[in-house]
């Protein structure tokens, strides 16, 4: 480690150098190392929230670093450069220290410098010369800024402009914290979007609980509340059914609603006015109740733990044959007539008499939310799996292996559920193995079909970076995979 006289130097630059000291950087360190693979890049990238927003940043930042010697970079969360721009004499001269796409900047990589320095501290940062660790860098000047996501609160990359010691201007640092500030506003307004489309569908939810109730999203924030003064803040992350701490003190119970949660307190319950529903057949259901007029079902039903409904913040657990109902009327709105419903439960074996008195003991658990002729539920419906498909159709596929807790009733045999289910694996897998980034496919190998996915596991281990602690992890399953262990 290089020794500085400490009069001399920034207090920023003072606390990345111990910081430098404590990961054992050796002031001689050639190169920042590669982390990234060509093949394992492109799809870093793809799943990186500032892709599309690329085109802004480039054209911004252009003129600084085409028309000069500056290099501009931007990195994900943990220093990895994903893309860099300038001309060739600045690109030749940073690819000598690996200043390049797929090499990691961390500061734990390669010590202090703008982009590792930046993600540490939180703040635009800007490292002159010798106030690098590293001796290759001392020619080098670098100005970076984090970038932060909106939504959850955490830093999602940074942008930064390199450059030799005498074509970098310390004013450059104004330059990168601004295109960051952009890229922010940019990532809010695609939040702000979300949340629209999120309260169009449940606030009538929240207006059923007559005033005490809480909608957040799948991050905590809150996005719309009964009481005043709670909208914009932040809560602790729900779990479904868990309870949440209001920052007024209040506990509230979390009901899932796919994207989002609702907090009920203790006690609360929807307007229950199921009397009101009219029948009829598929011409009806433009007269059914809107969400909020009438009570609330949700339905969980991924994974291999025990499927249940909630009505109105009510817990029911479901026989597997319930469930499977339940599944199929959500899925079919307009409804089913029994010798339809029979046949999705049991092929060409069932008969409408098999299914009369399973309808029957789910009304008497669940009330008439489930109606007859046709069979259908006479409320609004909010399912796990439906909420997976809808965002797989709008390209989310971070939120939708997020929410993706395994196969659909995996232990149901009925004809079509089954293709229901397998539709969505093979979506749900697809999207997280062409467009997923680390977190994603961390997520989606400790789903139940995951868990013995190789190909999932291999490609995690690709994109990882090294020292990573879920490396060793995903290493071992591999390896146990491989030997017949699992």
Not at 137 to 157: K, N
Not at 455 to 475: F, K
Request: glycine share 10%; with cysteine.
């Amino acid at each position: 480690m290089v020794v500085h006289d400490p009069v001399t130097v920034r207090p920023p630059i003072t606390e990345s150098w111990r910081r430098s000291r404590d990961a054992g950087i050796d002031a001689g360190v050639a190169a920042a190392p590669l982390v990234f693979d060509r093949d394992v890049l492109a799809d870093a990238r793809a799943a990186h929230p500032l892709e599309r927003h690329l085109p802004m940043l480039r054209d911004l930042l252009r003129r600084v670093a085409d028309e000069t010697e500056h290099l501009m970079v931007i990195t994900d969360e943990t220093g990895n450069a994903l893309w860099t721009q300038g001309p060739p004499a600045a690109r030749r001269a940073a690819d000598a220290i690996g200043l390049t796409e797929g090499f990691r900047w961390s500061e734990d990589a390669v010590g202090t410098n703008g982009i590792g320095t930046a993600l540490a501290t939180g703040r635009p940062e800007y490292v002159y010369a010798a106030e690098h660790v590293a001796h290759v860098l001392h020619r080098w000047s670098c100005a970076g800024a984090p970038i932060t996501d909106p939504d959850s609160g955490r830093v999602v990359g940074c942008i930064d402009v390199s450059a030799t010691v005498e074509a970098l201007h310390p004013a450059t640092v104004a330059l990168v914290a601004a295109a960051a500030r952009l890229a922010e506003s940019r990532l809010e307004n695609e939040m702000l979007a979300r949340d629209e489309r999120l309260r169009a569908r449940l606030l009538p939810h929240l207006r059923g609980l007559r005033g005490s109730g809480v909608l957040v999203t799948a991050t905590g924030r809150v996005l719309a509340a009964s009481a005043d003064g709670l909208r914009g803040l932040r809560v602790p992350v729900p779990e479904p059914g868990g309870t949440v701490a209001l920052p007024d003190g209040r506990i509230a119970v979390a009901e899932p609603l796919g994207e989002a949660f609702l907090l009920r307190l203790p006690g609360t319950r929807g307007r229950v006015d199921a009397g009101a529903v009219p029948r009829g057949g598929a011409r009806d259901a433009a007269a059914r109740p809107a969400a909020g007029d009438g009570p609330l079902l949700t339905l969980s039903l991924l994974g291999d733990g025990q499927p249940h409904a909630h009505v109105d913040g009510r817990r029911s657990d479901l026989t597997l044959r319930h469930a499977e109902i339940l599944a199929l009327l959500a899925l079919h709105p307009c409804g089913l007539s029994g010798d339809r419903l029979s046949l999705y439960l049991y092929g060409d074996d069932g008969s409408p008499a098999t299914v009369r008195p399973e309808i029957h003991r789910l009304r008497h658990q669940l009330g008439d939310i489930v109606r007859a002729r046709p069979y259908r539920l006479g409320c609004a419906v909010e399912a796990d799996f439906l909420t997976v498909r809808r965002m797989l159709d709008d390209g989310d596929v971070v939120g939708a292996v997020r929410l993706y807790g395994g196969e659909l009733l995996p232990r149901s045999d009925a004809p079509a559920l089954r293709a229901e289910r397998d539709e969505l694996a093979v979506r749900v897998r697809r999207l997280a193995l062409d467009h997923g980034g680390a977190d994603t496919l961390w997520t989606y190998v400790q789903t139940e079909p995951g868990r013995a996915d190789l190909e999932a596991l291999e490609r995690l281990r690709s994109v990882l970076p090294a020292g990573d602690p879920r490396v060793a992890a995903v290493a071992s399953r591999s390896a146990r995979l491989l030997s017949g262990e699992l």
